[in-house]
């Protein structure tokens, strides 16, 4: 295992000074109190999990970040999103996933993370100024696939919440989801594997298909799935993977 | 912006003195590392979401208060509950929301709400003399309705789980319904709020017509909805949009 | 209410040396912010349901440490843990509990629990070498039962995240549930409780039947989900009680 354990860790480094590894996610009390579980996290979630190429080190860690910002984990988002930094996750991305998952699974859950990163931010000299604030050139409308996406919500839901249906158009899909800091590709990973966190796979169709359509694959949504079932817990990745059989069946793969 | 933000604190606000604004719901942090979460906080949070009239300011701070406690949003429940009392609701209102959705959302979320509220009634001034406790008079009941509400649990599930039918009828529906410090009307928003913030739309069929029995009106569920797209995150909301969709059209609506 | 207070925390108590009882697990600020909640607390949840023999002191104090670990409750974690080691539960026992629903509920619940109980097991004088690690005497496999698992989960996912399907052979049913120190009838509880309490009845039949071939009766069922009513919420419950009653009907119960 050690040196598996070595070779992420390396992968996961970006620069020398302040690396975060992998072990550093892991605090001494698993030990104490499970020894059994420090070795599964040595052996099944370091030395296997992490390793496995089907997703880049960078994407698992902002699958990992999406989830404890889903699951509201203050205790260890902090230590995660170091993880995510030094994995090559940029302070602006992790800044607009933090935006992005506000709308995406509740607006605490953007404070508690905004709160853990506020230190480190500090630490590592970024400054709100570094980040992308209000005023940004929106990415290209995709026109035909939005009327779609408004004729859908507004035939079904224009009457019971014309609120809902509103925000969702103006702050989401002609704003929120065309910023440009964080791809298409990442925003709807993040979007995904909040879904799954969340227990929600029911969500899960429009934007796995949104996903694969933004330049996610087969392979990297499968081990979206195999990161998740250790982070979100293996019901929750149980319950998403019909779902995400039948978007597969769907496009044909 | 800035005008509707002091007309929306304004009207949250029943005291000049001590009186808690919104913005103190977003903490620094928010600006420091996500500037453009903070811009939609004062444009579509503060300055259009709580600006909106389809529900009252403290219909809102309800419904927040209720989701936050669902969640288990201990950091920043505390500034909501401040939030909640500026706006109208009773801190006898707020104790029973508490005993409300310990039963409808779990014990442990009572016992974090009360650690947040101890201090802040304590300097208010609250006694918990002055609240309400276990002798009280209850409301009457509806015999009828209740009928049926027991004979339809009862046959479904009398020799799944005995105990739960029992308490089922006993303490929530013979008891806790009936307690006259908060009207039924605002215990099934509340109710309703928790079952959205949860993700349990298959829960919410009763409650939102009971809900809408007690006074609720289609307009207002739509801002409920509309309201916890923020706070809950858009898929929950989505997720309960076609329960409301079928209890409105079942309603004539 | 004070003499059957009494005798259930004579019922959870093994040793009088740092007996726990049940009123630890109310903090006064209760009865200061609800104390028609404080009231509740003494008889429905103290008097009368951890005093209905259905599921013993034990199987309800683990019942419970398994839905607040699943639901991310730090705060009040660590008293239920003491309050199940009084009961009975061994420090054995729970600490492969935690290591088990870690693959259950998502290993950032494992971090909350393992960081609560470090300072109670040092205090007990519990070591990590009195604890079960990764070298131990698995229990047999049932070949039958897991053949017929296996093509199931290979046939329906063997294509859409073959590592999910890879690990959940590997690490869970070839090595977690095989554990010798919590007993499969016990393993199958605390997951069984942390489905309900993370509010995922559709993963529940599988589960629901392999507690009951490993012991759990019909009875006990049925008191778990009384139990989680009052600690995940009725409406948590109410989902998981049509999936409850299939499987006692599909058992000819």
Do not use: C
């Not at 590894?21 to 040595?42: F, H, M, N, R």
């Not at 992790?94 to 404070?111: D, K, P, R, V």
């Not at 980040?131 to 940004?136: N, Q, R, S, W, Y």
Request: charged letters at 15%; a negative charge.
């Amino acid at each position: 295992m050690k040196s598996l354990l070595a070779a992420t860790t390396l992968a996961l480094a970006t620069s020398d000074a302040g690396a975060q590894d992998l072990g550093a996610t892991l605090p001494a009390s698993i030990a104490q109190v499970a020894p059994a579980l420090a070795a599964y996290g040595q052996s099944a979630v370091i030395g296997t999990l992490w390793a496995d190429a089907t997703l880049s080190p960078r994407d698992r860690a902002l699958v990992t970040f999406a989830a404890l910002m889903t699951r509201h984990e203050a205790d260890t988002i902090g230590s995660h999103a170091e993880l995510a930094l030094d994995a090559g996750v940029t302070p602006a991305e992790l800044s607009e996933t933090i935006t992005h998952l506000a709308f995406y699974t509740g607006w605490g859950n953007a404070i508690m993370a905004t709160e853990a990163l506020a230190p480190i931010y500090a630490s590592r000299g970024v400054a709100s100024t570094d980040l992308p604030g209000a005023e940004v050139d929106l990415l290209p409308l995709n026109a035909d696939a939005e009327a779609a996406r408004e004729a859908n919500v507004q035939g079904n839901f224009g009457t019971v919440s014309p609120g809902v249906v509103d925000a969702t158009r103006e702050v989401l899909f002609h704003d929120l989801w065309l910023r440009p800091d964080l791809a298409p590709r990442d925003r709807s990973l993040v979007t995904v594997a909040a879904l799954i966190a969340a227990g929600q796979p029911e969500q899960m169709t429009f934007h796995l298909h949104r996903a694969m359509d933004n330049g996610l694959t087969k392979d990297e949504a499968g081990g979206v799935l195999q990161h998740l079932a250790f982070y979100a817990g293996w019901p929750r990745v149980f319950s998403a993977l019909p779902v995400a059989r039948s978007v597969f069946e769907a496009r044909g793969l």
